[in-house]
């Protein structure tokens, strides 16, 4: 176990140097053979690593952006028609402003930007 781990570690660090030489290729081959043995590692000791991490799946946009919506709609109970109609001052209590509002704004004295 401890030598697949070493192992790993080696390709993972060859990985990085390919990465950082601008060999995509290599870096692609040594960072996958890493894995793998991590992997092939984690298997013999009965640890399985999920396949069905977050962000090891390609998602469609578009399903979690509807996801999104169907949890919006039950959360929060999405319902048209109740938000239709019109406002009432018996609905909602609108505040009055508690500074006068300017009637009229008076010209500048002078024009220039500072």
């Known amino acids: ?15 990085l140097n390919a990465y950082k030489a601008y060999d995509y290729e290599s870096a692609q081959k040594y960072a996958r053979a890493a894995y793998d043995g991590l992997v092939s590692a984690a298997s013999s ?8 991490a977050y962000q090891a ?7 979690i952006n509807q996801a999104l919506r169907d949890h919006i709609a039950t959360q929060i109970g999405d319902n048209h028609d109740e938000m239709t109609g019109t406002f009432t001052s018996t ?17 500048p004295k002078g024009t220039a930007l500072r």
């Open 1 to 15: 176990m401890a030598g697949a781990i070493t192992q790993a570690d080696a390709l993972a660090g060859s990985a």
């Open 57 to 63: 799946i390609r998602r469609n946009p578009a399903d």
């Open 91 to 107: 609905m909602h209590g609108l505040l009055q402003p508690t500074t006068p509002l300017a009637v009229k704004l008076t010209h």
């Open 45 to 52: 000791i009965n640890v399985q690593l999920s396949p069905a």
